[in-house]
Each structure stands twice: as C-alpha cells, then as structure tokens.
C-alpha cells in the first residue's frame, strides 16, 4: 500500500479508521522493532508503540509530507523512545548514557521474550554500553539498514555526523567483544 494513499484515505473522515488500519499493517511490527532495540523490555516497547499510534492517529492529518511516512513515524518513535527512557532514568536514578545501564542488561538477559543466541545477548549488551544518540544510529543503520540520509532526516543530524557515531558504535561493540569473553 503506497503511502500517498494512506494519507488521502485518512484526510476523509469515511475512510480515516481503514487508511489507519493500513498504516498499522505496513509499519506497526517495523516500528515495534525499533523502539524494542532502545527501551529493551517488551512491555516497556508495546506501552511506547501504543503512545506513538496515538500520536500518529492525533496528527497525520498535520503531516505535511515534507518527508516521506515512515521518516515521520520514525522521527515520532526515536522521540518517545527518548522521553521514555528519561523518564525511567529519572525514575530509578540511572544514567543511560554511563556504563551503569545495567537495570536494561539485566531486563535483556531475563526478559522472556529474548530468545536470541549468546552472541546475540552479548551485542545486546555491547548495544546498552554505548550513548543513546550512537546506539540509535546503530540500531537505525545494522538492524533496520536505513541509509545515513534516511537516518539524517530522522535525527536531524549531518551525514557525516552520523557516520562518525556509526564508526565509533562500531569501534566500542568491537572493543567490547575482545574485552568480555
């Protein structure tokens, strides 16, 4: 289903509900992924993925198509998994962007929905040592192999901004597989 048509089945009010049940359809599980990679814990993810369709469903008759749609979503999305996690932070105390994400490691390493290899773990946790901002690019860039001016548009970074968090991500998930056997 094009995006075009999405957008102009939700500007009329006969067709709003099906045009968002598409919408849902083609980006829901895409969009689930991503925020599970930042926010780790399932319950935790479905809770933002919920926020972020209601936001969707508030305002995508704003959404001026400046952008492609899934940029948009995802710009939604990588901001909600932002708040969330300061909000948790606040909460317990916790800073993301130390080596003491420990709280998420261990949320992986239980979590009953992870059902990866040990090497999977181990990137997972590799992942939560790095800051927010490198560990969205990474994310962004390996799992959902997004080109740097797709990312770009998302954050609203440079290109090559982006590639130099990708390369140091990169180097740091390196340096922690060689240091954690």
């Known amino acids: ?9 939700f500007a009329d009010e006969r067709t709003r509900e099906e045009a968002f049940g598409l919408l ?32 969707v469903w508030r305002n995508l008759e704003k959404f001026r198509e400046d952008s492609q749609l899934y940029t948009w979503l995802y710009r939604i999305a990588t901001n909600e998994c932002i ?3 300061n909000k948790k932070k606040q909460k317990q105390s916790v800073s ?44 962004m860039k390996y799992f959902e192999n997004l080109k740097y001016e797709e990312i770009s548009d998302i954050l609203g970074t440079s290109v ?7 390369h140091l991500a990169v180097k740091k998930i390196e340096h922690f597989f060689n240091t954690h056997d």
């Open 83 to 85: 708040t969330f996690l």
């Open 160 to 166: 090559g901004a982006l590639k130099a968090s990708y």
């Open 96 to 139: 993301l962007d130390d080596d003491n994400s420990s709280y998420l490691s261990e949320t992986l390493a239980d979590g009953q929905y992870f059902n990866g290899d040990k090497a999977q773990l181990k990137l997972q946790q590799a992942l939560l040592t790095l800051p927010e901002k490198q560990r969205l690019v990474f994310n």
């Open 24 to 55: 849902l359809k083609k980006y829901q599980q895409k969009v689930y992924w991503h925020v599970r990679r930042m926010v780790i814990d399932h319950d935790d993810a479905d809770d933002v993925t919920q926020d972020i369709f209601v936001k």
């Open 1 to 9: 289903m094009e995006d075009a048509l999405i957008i102009s089945k």
